[in-house]
């Protein structure tokens, strides 16, 4: 069974950064597709970005430019580094395993998620 655990959560102004770190226990860690998700409450989980096995970077529209996917593969780790953080980016931001290589943007093509670390961005 996969775990990912999020650490880096937290509270911060507007214009500020966050670092979101993901651990993968993982030992498939190298041939997966890695994801972050967002959900507000009352809301649908939304994508954030997706990462593939190879280091091809999407990301959603309303955090390009402000958000940087990366990955360790010495680590098992992907990380989210957050800057130019506006209130609308309050969520608890979800990290997720895909099978296979190939990135996705559908929450319902990832096999395994993480428990969740909250992000609050006060104005």
């Known amino acids: 069974q996969v775990q990912l655990v999020e650490s880096g959560g937290g509270s911060v102004q507007a214009g500020g950064s966050l670092r979101l770190s993901c651990a993968a226990s993982d030992d498939r860690f190298i041939t997966r597709a890695m994801g972050w998700f967002r959900q507000t409450p009352g809301k649908e989980r939304e994508f954030v970005a997706f990462?593939?096995?190879?280091?091809?970077?999407w990301y959603a529209d309303s955090v390009k430019g402000r958000f940087t996917i990366s990955r360790d593969n010495t680590k098992d780790t992907v990380y989210l580094q957050m800057n130019t953080l506006k209130p609308e980016d309050t969520a608890v931001y979800y990290c997720?395993?895909?099978?296979?290589?190939?990135?996705?943007?559908?929450?319902?093509?990832?096999?395994?998620w993480g428990q969740g670390t909250q992000v609050t961005v006060s104005s």
């Open positions: 990462i593939r096995a190879e280091g091809m970077t």
């Open positions: 997720a395993a895909r099978a296979i290589q190939y990135g996705s943007v559908r929450q319902v093509d990832y096999d395994h």
